[in-house]
């Protein structure tokens, strides 16, 4: 999803700088007689050496291999509220009054050039405006509560249109074609999305139906000096432009859209970031 940092930003949280060192095999000390026992691996811990591994020689456009991202879906789909400390009745999660975009929290736990982890917290109504990821591989596991999901892939060689009425105050970029890709409630416990640089969804906005936690794992994150920067974009539903050489079945035409890239970020999107779990 859409939050971007600086890399002077990164931080790991205290869990993910203490993770074991690794054991120098070399020395010629004697073992002791007595160790302490090992402490088990946490989710959050594992699902960190994962991603690691997933993601060693990622970059921009690059896509791991099915078996790294059945790997990596496999230990997501099994991470539950408790493994980050979370709960749906956190006080960042509860309505929020007469306000009229609810205020998003984003828990970042881990974030390097190779790829992030983290958490958006979505009160009723909360909502995550439609975005893309570019060259980015992108796995979301719904951690609890209800969410729907409006994602989009561009028409390969689709057309664009230009108007007088693509042409708001904020901007005056062209709209292109797009083909829904998901359009859907979500409730938890479910399986892991994935989204990939070309396809998946790579377009996509989240609405809180009720109050609810999406564990995200971007692999590259976000990054202004590479080229990665998080577009927002408008939608129209197919029907309103009339393009030459473009006609779709009537019954499908809801299966697209006109996706018109925004200058700015939206005014009303209001995200608060915490660097440690909530308590």
């Not at 931080?11 to 073992?31: D, G, I, M, Q, W």
């Not at 970042?108 to 990821?133: A, D, Q, T, W």
Request: aromatic share 8%; with cysteine; proline share 8%.
């Amino acid at each position: 999803m859409g939050i971007e940092t600086t890399r002077a930003d990164r931080k790991v949280n205290k869990e993910l700088r203490e993770f074991p060192k690794a054991t120098n095999t070399t020395s010629r000390s004697k073992p002791r007689k007595s160790r302490r026992p090992q402490k088990k691996t946490s989710p959050v811990q594992k699902l960190f050496q994962t991603c690691k591994e997933v993601f060693a020689n990622g970059g921009t456009g690059t896509v791991p291999s099915h078996e790294d991202i059945e790997r990596l879906r496999a230990v997501l789909d099994k991470m539950k509220p408790e493994d980050v400390g979370l709960s749906p009745d956190m006080p960042c999660l509860r309505t929020q009054g007469a306000r009229r975009t609810p205020e998003i929290t984003y828990i970042r736990l881990y974030e390097s050039e190779k790829f992030s982890m983290g958490i958006f917290c979505l009160p009723p109504s909360g909502v995550i405006p439609l975005h893309n990821h570019p060259g980015m591989t992108v796995f979301s596991k719904l951690l609890f509560g209800t969410v729907h999901i409006n994602s989009y892939d561009w028409v390969v060689d689709g057309p664009s249109y230009t108007s007088a009425q693509l042409n708001p105050s904020e901007t005056t970029a062209a709209a292109r074609l797009a083909k829904v890709k998901v359009d859907s409630d979500f409730t938890a416990p479910c399986n892991t999305s994935i989204l990939y640089p070309a396809d998946g969804g790579n377009m996509h906005c989240f609405t809180a139906v009720t109050a609810c936690a999406v564990l995200d794992v971007l692999g590259p994150p976000y990054s202004e000096p590479d080229g990665r920067h998080c577009t927002y974009y408008r939608e129209f539903p197919f029907t309103s432009f009339s393009v030459d050489g473009v006609s779709v079945p009537e019954e499908e035409r809801e299966g697209y859209a006109w996706l018109q890239e925004r200058e700015i970020k939206p005014e009303d999107v209001s995200v608060t970031i915490a660097r440690h779990k909530l308590e």
